[in-house]
T-cell receptor, first 109, second 112 residues
Framework: SQQGEEDPQALSIQEGENATMNCSYK?????LQWYRQNSGRGLVHLIL?????REKHSGRLRVTLDTSKKSSSLLITASRAADTASYFC?????????FGKGTTLSVSS | GAGVSQTPSNKVTEKGKYVELRCDPI?????LYWYRQSLGQGPEFLIY????????DSGLPNDRFFAVRPEGSVSTLKIQRTERGDSAVYLC??????????FGPGTRLTVL
């Protein structure tokens, strides 16, 4: 079963704009991770935020975590065409990661 | 250093055949995971190894699926009597402890 749900399912923006993706989950977690996937193959790890953290930054990425609402958001600032990909949140509830269905981001130049 | 590698990158087989998918994790990573991803979905957990033993195989869909990691490094996912519904991308990941998982490029399995 899939715990995480990303919103929106698809997002289309222009280069230079910011992209915000949201993730909701159902059960308590140890940490939450965001991954990017190009062309339906290998996933690239973007950022990990632990359950006792509220915000984390990495380059143009900003992730927030609200454990009371069981939700997280991923903000990509100043988007580029190369950011076009599918983005997944994954919750760590013990051993395996549980992924959502992902948000497909399209950035046009 | 080298990342997680998976072979083959693509595998086409006929219904009823047996297939083996191989994963070579990052050197030193003690944990290894197998996931399956169908079109338009996120990856779904299959099995997790800590060292040589399968610590959690609750995601394996049925007894046609089996995985081994005999020396605590390379792992092989084995699927017997393949069915068309087994067609998917099979992803392997490794990690050191309870940290981020690093994924391989996947094996795309097509069962005709």
């Amino acid at each position: 079963s899939q715990q995480g749900e990303e919103d929106p399912q698809a997002l289309s923006i222009q280069e230079g704009e910011n992209a915000t993706m949201n993730c909701s989950y159902k059960t308590s977690i140890n940490n939450l991770q965001w991954y990017r996937q190009n062309s339906g193959r290998g996933l690239v790890h973007l950022i990990l935020i632990r359950s006792n953290e509220r915000e984390k930054h990495s380059g143009r990425l900003r992730v927030t975590l609200d454990t009371s609402k069981k939700s997280s958001s991923l903000l990509i600032t100043a988007s580029r065409a190369a950011d076009t990909a599918s983005y997944f949140c994954a919750t760590d509830v013990g051993t395996a990661l549980i992924f959502g269905k992902g948000t497909t981001l399209s950035v046009s130049s | 250093g080298a990342g997680v590698s998976q072979t083959p990158s693509n595998k086409v087989t006929e219904k009823g055949k047996y297939v083996e998918l191989r994963c070579d994790p990052i050197s030193g990573h003690t944990a290894l995971y197998w996931y399956r991803q169908s079109l338009g979905q996120g990856p779904e957990f299959l099995i997790y190894f800590q060292g040589t033993g399968a610590a959690d195989d609750s995601g394996l869909p049925n007894d046609r699926f089996f995985a081994v990691r005999p020396e605590g490094s390379v792992s092989t996912l084995k699927i017997q009597r393949t069915e068309r519904g087994d067609s998917a991308v099979y992803l392997c990941a490794s990690s050191f402890g309870n940290n981020e998982q690093f994924f391989g490029p996947g094996t795309r399995l097509t069962v005709l």
